[in-house]
């Protein structure tokens, strides 16, 4: 396997583990696009993969947010109340 498919596969497998999984890197971006350099660098476009990936990202960022919005609903209080 030559230097360029070598960088395509690892950084394919970086974007799995640190973007795709559970765990979600605040650095995605820059994952995402050192996976397409490497793949251009082979001369494979992916621009159908890029759309469906930062698709994914969006949604599941969506979801997130949302989540984090609810909770933190729950954990605030009104202005003007008090407890006392």
Do not use: W
């Amino acid at each position: 396997m030559g230097d360029k498919e070598k960088e395509a596969r690892d950084s394919f497998k970086d974007l799995v583990h640190r973007v795709l999984e559970n765990t979600k890197d605040p650095l995605c971006k820059t994952i995402v696009q050192r996976m397409l350099t490497a793949y251009e660098a082979q001369r494979h476009k992916m621009s159908v993969k890029d759309h469906f990936l930062h698709f994914h990202i969006v949604k599941s960022r969506e979801k997130d947010f949302t989540r984090m919005s609810v909770i933190s609903r729950g954990d605030t209080k009104e202005v003007g109340t008090s407890t006392c």
